[in-house]
């Protein structure tokens, strides 16, 4: 069973970078074709997919927070990691890692996505002087 766990500060400052950590047990995050993603929930609003790193390194953005937003992973640790920088009090959001799971058909030679099929329980940053 893949579980994931978000680390990380609760209270950033206006203007300063946001990092968050996800780490993973159960699975490796450079095997089979998976994409190590974060979504986000500000308060009263939907989710938002921020983008993700997948198991070759390759990094993947949201276009409209690629500009602040990077992507890296401690495979060692078995750890993804977000950082978002020039935050405002619109970044207040709670903050998920989730693993989006590819099946490889050779048949094809195609990757079907299964959808963000593991989650974090989620965490809570607020941005505020």
């Known amino acids: 069973q893949v579980q994931l766990k978000e680390s990380g500060p609760g209270l950033v400052r206006p203007s300063q970078t946001l990092s968050l950590t996800c780490t993973v047990s159960?699975?490796?995050?450079?095997?089979?074709?998976?994409?190590w993603t974060w979504v986000r929930q500000p308060p009263g609003k939907g989710l938002e997919w921020m983008g993700g790193?997948?198991?070759?390194?390759?990094?993947y953005y949201s276009p409209s927070l690629k500009s602040r937003s990077s992507f890296s992973r401690n495979t060692s640790k078995n750890q993804f990691t977000l950082q978002l920088t020039s935050v405002t009090p619109e970044d207040t959001a709670v903050y998920y890692c989730?693993?989006?799971?590819?099946?490889?058909?050779?048949?094809?030679?195609?990757?079907?996505?299964?959808?963000?099929?593991?989650w974090g329980k989620g965490t809570l940053v607020t941005v505020s002087s």
């Open positions: 989730a693993r989006e799971g590819f099946t490889y058909y050779s048949s094809s030679d195609s990757y079907y996505s299964e959808g963000l099929d593991y």
């Open positions: 790193i997948d198991y070759n390194g390759v990094t």
């Open positions: 159960g699975g490796s995050i450079t095997t089979n074709y998976d994409v």
